[in-house]
Every structure is written in structure tokens, then in C-alpha cells.
Nanobody, 120 residues
């Protein structure tokens, strides 16, 4: 299993930017893919972005496409989420997840989450 710790959340004005980081235990990633989900109070957890480890292929939810960028850093053993042009509806707890064996994120390892609040 993989231990994940998110950081970088906070309070930002609409139109501003934040960068989230997800640090994995150990010196290397062994997962098929890494991703970000988010959940607002009273709402279901939703997919945000994902990156495949083998070739860095990425996928984004339509709601964040063009504004968010997911990337990996092997040297630091981290996955990042650069969030630009933030909107009030981006307010949520953001979770990092590792799909260890390519079985889908629901069967993956999850971090504790980091709060992102966007003021309008």
C-alpha cells in the first residue's frame, strides 16, 4: 500500500491560484495512476484529474479543463495539482488517490485531504 499526504490548501480569492501537492511514502511510486478528487459539504465526491504513471497521460473533469494541471515529480516523489482561475464552486476538500494496480480509483489508496476555500 501507499501512504499519501496532501498539502497546499488554503483560502484564496476568486480568480486566484493555488498549487496542491501529494507526497507519497518511500523513494518511488509503484502505482498505475495517481489522481485528485474533491468533495464539498453535502455533495458527492467527484473526480478532478488523473495522470498515468507509465507515460504521463492525463485526464481532466470538464469543470476544470483548461484551468487545472496535474503533474508528477519523480525526484520529490510527489504529484501536484496547479489550480488557476479559481471559482467559488471549486471550494471543497481535495483528496489525492493512488490506483496501485490499475483497478480503478475506488480500490486505491487515499490521503486525508486538504481544504480549498475560494471567496467570491
Amino acid at each position: 500500500q501507499v501512504q499519501l499526504v496532501e498539502s497546499g490548501g488554503g483560502l484564496v480569492q476568486a480568480g486566484g491560484s493555488l498549487r496542491l501537492s501529494c507526497a507519497a511514502s518511500g523513494r518511488t511510486f509503484s502505482s498505475y495512476a495517481m489522481g485528485w478528487f474533491r468533495q464539498a459539504p453535502g455533495k458527492e465526491r467527484e473526480f478532478v484529474a488523473a495522470i498515468r504513471w507509465s507515460d504521463s497521460n492525463t485526464h481532466y473533469a470538464d469543470s476544470v479543463k483548461g484551468r487545472f494541471t496535474i503533474s508528477r515529480d519523480n525526484a520529490k516523489n510527489t504529484v501536484n495539482l496547479q489550480m488557476n482561475s479559481l471559482k467559488a464552486e471549486d471550494t471543497a476538500v481535495y483528496y489525492c488517490v493512488a490506483d496501485v494496480y490499475g483497478l480503478g480509483f475506488p480500490k486505491g489508496s487515499w490521503g486525508q485531504g486538504t481544504q480549498v476555500t475560494v471567496s467570491s
